[in-house]
């Protein structure tokens, strides 16, 4: 199964991906229908969860309903149990880059928010952008959503400073991205054009950077208050384990 799900990533493009998910969920759901793990997200239970990885396969960590990864997962708990994302009586103003499909018709539905979704290729983009060179007004948006999104960006400088300008003061944005903490400086190297060598070196053949733990300092340099917060920390151990969470994923919680 690992080489199956290696080989689809690899070669199919994600705008496809993303389509012929819909139809294949279901089914996949409902073969692995279980109760060793559970989505936080629509709090269906699983015998198992697929494997998910470009590069090194990770086992359980694809959920067959919503198709939420690790990050996913944090990210819906975090914002669920810390923030008022789902109970504010005053509505919104969202706006979310290369939206997720396990979140994106749920944040549609939420009557307290304004749900703006872009990107440049997504299928689920309500307006086709380049993060460097956003439409959108200075300080128009209450929440940012930008996750696994920066390591794509070749000025990744520029799109953190767009992030910034859209944002409204005192506003916050969640900028999660693939990161190695055991290094102390982001890694890049623009004369590795070959995709195996990028998805090698990089962990995803279209990622142009590693991420270290300097990335909280850029964003600061940006402007934005940065909360580094580990809140795997915060869940018992087997909750983690039941939800298929990275323990110590940081979470960049970012404020202007």
């Not at 199956?4 to 012929?20: A, C, D, G, M, V």
């Not at 307006?127 to 000025?155: G, R, S």
């Not at 580990?230 to 018992?236: E, K, L, R, V």
Request: proline content about 5%.
């Amino acid at each position: 199964m690992k080489k199956i799900f290696k080989f689809i990533l690899n070669t199919i493009p994600r705008p496809i991906l993303i389509r012929l998910s819909i139809v294949v969920r279901p089914i996949i759901a409902f073969v692995l229908k279980g109760n060793r793990f559970t989505d936080p997200i629509d709090g269906k239970s699983f015998k198992m969860f697929l494997p998910y990885g470009y590069g090194t396969q990770r086992n359980n960590v694809l959920s067959p309903s919503t198709l939420s990864l690790e990050r996913h997962r944090l990210l819906w708990l975090y914002l669920q149990n810390e923030t008022n994302f789902f109970t504010s009586e005053t509505k919104l103003e969202v706006l979310h880059f290369a939206p997720e499909q396990e979140f994106y018709k749920r944040f549609k539905k939420q009557a307290n928010i304004n749900y703006t979704t872009t990107d440049l290729l997504s299928p689920l983009a309500d307006v086709k952008a380049d993060i460097c060179n956003l439409p959108f007004e200075d300080n128009a948006y209450d929440i940012v959503l930008c996750n696994h999104v920066l390591e794509h960006i070749p000025d990744d400088t520029k799109a953190m400073q767009e992030l910034y300008r859209v944002m409204k003061p005192g506003g916050m944005g969640i900028f999660q991205i693939p990161q190695d903490l055991s290094r102390a400086t982001t890694f890049s190297d623009d004369s590795i054009t070959n995709q195996k060598e990028r998805a090698k070196i990089f962990g995803q053949y279209d990622h142009v950077r590693i991420y270290g733990r300097d990335y909280f300092d850029k964003l600061r340099s940006i402007g934005f208050q940065v909360n580094e917060v580990d809140y795997t920390n915060t869940i018992s151990a087997e909750l983690v384990e039941k939800y298929c969470l990275a323990k110590g994923e940081i979470i960049p919680v970012c404020f202007k």
